[in-house]
């Protein structure tokens, strides 16, 4: 067909189809015209997809996953870019605004699959905070969801199972690799290192400092410890921080299991099946603790903490105002007695294993945090507390005041933080049989790179690197008598998150065929060095059903090619069997 | 224990400037004018104190709005590491294809010491000029660049190529190569502070003025060129800036030269106070 509108031939001059089409005439003949309107609408509708991450500064391996997904999504036809913000922005994007396509990012998980429950439950899909960032809504998994948090033992293993293989199915988000968490030590100044997590409450315990060591000196690469110390922020931090370090929790969980910790005496067993509680405890405070202001901590606090963590406006304001952090923790938890000053009975809504993530939430004084309220409340008049974004989430919280084994000394803004050794805390105690801090100051120094954290500990500049080193650095760690090199499997796991409020990863089959663009075999060689484990779930090994196990590849979401090559033929084809259409330029359509 | 790095870098930094500016002054100024200057710096002290002090203000502006800077940003900024990629892709790596340890190795010096001394040594030079015009317009200059770069930090929100392509850039990066000089450059920077690229405006200031004042320096004409010329290179190599922040602060560096050549008279506010306040009494004369 001749399509040359300009040729005098056609039979229409090409001014006349002009001034047809001005005028809103529509020439049936003029099949030029429509193929060039509809070419612009190609353009216009051609799916466009953005990957948010965070910078190299902040996670270099990230943004090369995230590098890999934009090559692998404009071969299959998708117009795809990379919106790259700021560790604190990234997650204010994906937590609170929820404004995201897709997102390469770390999990910080749990110790208990529980964390599932916060990530998962279309109960909070609407919520801003760590509780379903994905917008993920499927009643049959929140019933699977809720089956777990209420069973215990074979039985939960086995409904966990279930909950993991149509996690795979249903891909809200796509978990790649678990991390090898690896740090650099040195010895000659502390002894006692261990491959404990430094963020956990026994992280900086048992160290023996030298002779005239007074303080120890720690490097972090992340600088918004520095200026935030909020327990509830969802933004400053990924896992606990140093949060575990200045509040103590009633429990703290090590290697894997429950220790008593503020509570001297924790009683959890599974309730009666006629009772109102899937699970009760009895706690017992230990005697004589203190918050830093010297106030006692007494089990009014914790009941206070445990209402708190329900509405951060207690009730105050015109709606409930859930904080965007331990959202999980404080649903398992159904009713707090206060018996006495040390005594307190709960009752869970989760059995005796999933109930125990709940004994973990960092214990605030109630006195501190209702004046916080209070004074929130009287200076507006009508009282407003929007969820996850209001001032008593977001505030820096500088000083804190916990019950810790450390306390807050001073900080400097992107320079460092200083916390010192709190002498009343228990563990300090004789009769107490836990690690006590040997050190009298804690300073985490900010220090933005692996490479140069790895080369002052080296130079005897610092003392250990508590962030995670990058993998990319490993190569630098010298090999020296002075110098120990801790590495540790994580909890935490890189993951791809999908938006499934939004087209087009509100189809499920859309966020598999995604999933299936990468290969996470692969990216473990080549960008992790070798130094992670592929995973096709998000939870460690023991859970994870053999259908479910890595044999090379993922098994519910296998990667469409082979060592990291994309067969975009393939995946081109799978994208068209679920619906999506090309352009003849190739271009995938919304 | 942060500081400690930093002066250390600091004092490293300062002996090699100090050595570097001290052969400079010897072989470009030379005797005849540094023994004038010695005569004549209290006038062209009072000459140039008003410029001297707007710099100084702007650098202190510097100073506050690297705390201040990221939240006003937040509310205003757009971001724009997309874009810039976008718009030239992958067009740093080329600089990969040539690299090599001594090419590293000098940009590395070039970037933190040759800019350094670039920015430090017309200083010395202008104000050993007993016409302290050039002098008042660099430090002018300097001023332009750096309240024009920052408003645009506080508008743009840009990563460089270090940011994205970290695997491609791992060879030549900076702070992989030499850890030490992030202390430095985070002192004085933000890593979303990309656009424009304000090594490359400074140090082409630097090279358009010399090109000015070659008649003067004649000597230093070329020295100038081939260091401003590298320090916008290494910021491409060493994968900090983007091609655009670099064209953008070649721009900048026009703009700012042209702006201080329209600002800064040919005499100073001292002088001109002094031929007011001796007019004026001529009138008082006349009437």
């Excluded at chain 1, 006349?16 to 612009?40: F, I, M, N």
């Excluded at chain 2, 100090?18 to 002290?45: D, I, K, M, N």
Aim: proline letters at 5%.
């Amino acid at each position: 067909m001749n399509c040359d509108s300009t040729d005098p031939g056609d039979g229409v001059s090409r001014r006349a189809v002009l001034a047809a089409g001005a005028t809103g005439l529509v020439l049936p003949t003029s099949g030029c015209v429509d193929r060039v309107e509809s070419a612009v609408d190609q353009e216009m509708d051609r799916l466009a997809l953005s990957i948010t991450t965070v910078p190299a500064d902040g996670d270099r391996e990230a943004v090369r996953i995230a590098r890999e997904l934009e090559a692998n999504l404009e071969d299959v036809g998708v117009d795809a870019s990379i919106d790259m913000r700021s560790r604190s922005e990234f997650l204010e994007t994906i937590l609170i605004d929820r404004d995201f396509d897709l997102y390469v990012g770390r999990h910080p998980a749990g110790f208990d699959p529980d964390f599932l429950y916060e990530a998962l439950h279309s109960a909070y899909a609407n919520e801003a905070g760590w509780q379903n960032p994905f917008g993920f809504a499927n009643i049959p998994f929140d019933d699977a969801l809720e089956a777990q948090r209420r069973a215990d033992g074979d039985e939960r293993e086995a409904i966990v199972a279930d909950l993991l293989e149509t996690l795979a199915e249903e891909k809200p988000f796509d978990p790649i690799c678990f991390p090898e968490e690896h740090r650099v030590a040195r010895t000659d100044r502390f002894e006692g290192w261990s491959a404990d997590h430094p963020e956990s409450r026994h992280g900086y315990l048992g160290l023996e400092p030298a002779e005239n060591v007074d303080r120890l000196r720690v490097l972090v690469t992340d600088s918004r410890i520095s200026r935030n110390l909020n327990p509830l922020s969802a933004t400053l931090r990924e896992r606990g921080s140093t949060i575990d370090l200045v509040y103590d929790s009633l429990a703290t969980e090590h290697d894997g299991e429950l220790v008593p910790w503020l509570a001297e005496d924790v009683t959890l067993e599974r309730a009666d099946a006629d009772d109102d509680h899937v699970a009760r405890a009895r706690i017992t405070l230990r005697e004589d603790c203190r918050f830093h202001d010297d106030e006692p901590v007494r089990a009014e606090d914790v009941a206070f903490t445990y209402r708190f963590l329900e509405d951060t406006s207690l009730g105050r304001a015109e709606f409930e105002s859930p904080p965007p952090r331990y959202r999980g923790h404080a649903t398992a938890v159904d009713t707090v007695d206060v018996e006495d000053d040390r005594e307190l009975r709960l009752g869970f809504a989760a059995g005796v294993e999933a109930a125990r993530r709940a004994l973990t939430v960092p214990i605030l004084p109630a006195h501190r945090w209702r004046d916080q309220i209070r004074s929130r409340a009287e200076d507006t008049t009508s009282f407003t507390a929007t969820q996850g974004e209001w001032g008593l989430v977001t505030m820096d919280n500088v000083p804190p005041v916990g019950s810790g084994p450390f306390r807050f000394e001073s900080n400097s803004e992107r320079e460092h933080l200083t916390l010192e050794r709190f002498d009343d805390h228990f563990t300090r105690r004789e009769d107490v049989d836990l690690p006590a801090v040997g050190v009298e100051q804690l300073q985490f120094g900010i220090d933005p790179g692996s490479a140069s954290s790895i080369e002052r500990v080296a130079n005897d500049g610092a003392d250990f690197t508590a962030s995670m080193l990058e993998a990319h650095a490993l190569d630098s760690v010298p090999d020296e008598p002075d110098v120990d090199h801790l590495a540790a499997p994580s909890r935490t796991f890189y993951h791809v998150g999908y938006n499934t409020r939004a087209e087009p990863f509100s189809n499920p089959h859309a966020r598999r065929i995604v999933s299936r663009l990468l290969d996470p075999s692969w990216i473990v060689d080549a960008i992790f060095d070798g130094h992670a484990t592929p995973t096709a779930a998000p939870l460690p090994e023991e859970w994870v059903p053999d259908e479910l196990g890595w044999d090379g590849q993922d098994p519910a979401t296998p990667f469409f090619g082979s060592d990291g090559d994309l067969d975009v033929e393939t995946a081109r084809a799978a994208l068209e069997s679920a619906g999506y259409q090309y352009d003849d330029q190739g271009r995938l359509r919304l | 224990m942060y500081a400690e790095v930093l002066t250390q870098v600091l004092t490293q930094v300062a002996a090699v400037v100090a050595f570097l500016l001290v052969v400079s002054v010897a072989a470009f100024v030379g005797r005849e004018r540094l023994v004038a200057t010695v005569r004549e710096w209290r006038p062209r002290v009072r000459a140039s104190a008003p410029a001297f002090a707007v710099l100084l203000v702007v650098l202190w502006l510097n100073r506050v709005m690297r705390q201040a800077g990221p939240g006003i940003s937040e509310r205003i900024g757009v971001h724009m590491t997309e874009t810039f990629y976008d718009l030239e892709g992958e067009f740093v790596l080329v600089f990969q294809s040539i690299a090599t340890g001594e090419l590293t190795a000098y940009f590395s010096f070039i970037y933190v010491y040759g800019y350094a001394f670039l920015l430090i040594f017309p200083g010395i030079a202008y104000f050993a000029l007993s016409d302290t015009r050039a002098f008042r317009r660099l430090l002018t200059a300097y001023s332009l660049n750096y309240v024009i770069g920052l408003a645009f930090y506080l508008l743009v929100i840009a990563y460089g190529p270090r940011n994205v392509m970290p695997e491609e850039l791992t060879v030549t990066m900076l702070y992989d190569n030499s850890p030490e000089y992030q202390h430095l450059t985070r002192e004085v920077n933000r890593n979303t502070n990309v656009f424009p690229s304000l090594h490359t405006s400074l140090a082409a200031t630097v090279g358009i003025f010399a090109y000015e004042t070659r008649s003067s320096y004649p000597k230093w004409f070329p020295i100038a060129v081939v260091l401003a010329v590298s320090v916008a290179l290494s910021t491409m190599y060493l994968g900090i800036h983007w091609a655009i922040d670099v064209v953008a602060g070649l721009a900048l560096a026009v703009g700012s030269v042209w702006l201080s050549n329209v600002l800064v008279g040919r005499r100073s506010i001292a002088e001109l106070r002094r031929d007011v306040a001796r007019r004026l009494p001529d009138r008082d004369d006349r009437e």
